[in-house]
């Protein structure tokens, strides 16, 4: 756990702006500002001024008590994040988690990569995103154990799902919608809309995840995607 600690404050210590991560980490482990404050022994406004850069950056002694107020509110909780956190993931061939400095709207993430809705549209300013997970749609249903699926969502689940080497998209959004947690949007790459399984996009409305294709070249959607880590 401590391992997990040092790698969040070290994120939060080294970033151009630790205010914004400070917040990242915040809505990622699902905490209030209200909670925040309350587990800290401060007030809600100066965690809002921590998070907004309106006060000097804060120092290691600060960050440290920041992140152990989120793990010590998150196991008050059950510990799940937590849990998740602790998991090895030595099936990560299969897939390439990226996680965001800060959350992005769906839209934003959809124009970054040329991407096109075909179900969800109007759902995408709406949506937050934490991070991106690129996975190979090939591998991940043949060979990731269905018990092991979890991991692809890294830190959360507010994430895109980008599968690679689909031919219509139908076996990656089955694998969706027998998984037990959500993504909070799905993105088909290599294909055109007419080429998406019919089926594939019924599921995705039915489930109410915004569903996306593009034809950007891998290497620049990664790049894009890389990007957000900055």
Not at 119 to 144: H, M, N, R, Y
Not at 161 to 175: D, E, I, K, Q, W
Not at 194 to 200: I, R, T
Request: include cysteine; glycine fraction near 8%.
């Amino acid at each position: 756990m401590e391992q997990l600690k040092v790698k969040i404050a070290g994120e939060i210590a080294l970033s151009d702006s630790p205010g914004e991560a400070m917040r990242k980490w915040r809505e990622v482990f699902g905490v209030s500002q209200g909670e925040l404050a309350e587990n800290f022994g401060i007030s809600v406004s100066t965690i809002s001024d921590y998070e907004s850069d309106r006060r000097k950056s804060p120092g290691i002694g600060v960050i440290r008590r920041f992140v152990d107020a989120l793990f010590v509110i998150d196991i008050q909780k059950g510990g799940e994040l937590v849990k998740r956190l602790r998991e090895s993931e030595p099936e990560q061939k299969f897939f390439e988690a990226i996680d965001f400095t800060k959350s992005i709207s769906g839209r934003e993430f959809a124009d970054a990569i040329k991407a096109e809705a075909l179900t969800g549209a109007k759902k995408l300013e709406q949506t937050q995103i934490f991070g991106c997970t690129v996975l190979d749609s090939v591998k991940i249903i043949l060979e990731l154990p269905y018990e092991s699926f979890v991991k692809i969502y890294s830190t959360t689940s507010q994430r895109a799902l980008l599968f690679t080497n689909t031919s219509t998209g139908r076996s990656p959004m089955v694998a969706v919608r027998i998984a037990p947690i959500k993504p909070a949007l799905v993105c088909l790459h290599g294909l055109a809309p007419e080429q998406v399984d019919k089926l594939a996009v019924k599921i995705a409305d039915a489930e109410g995840i915004p569903l996306l294709v593009t034809k950007l070249g891998l290497d620049k959607v990664k790049e894009k995607v890389e990007g957000f880590k900055v």
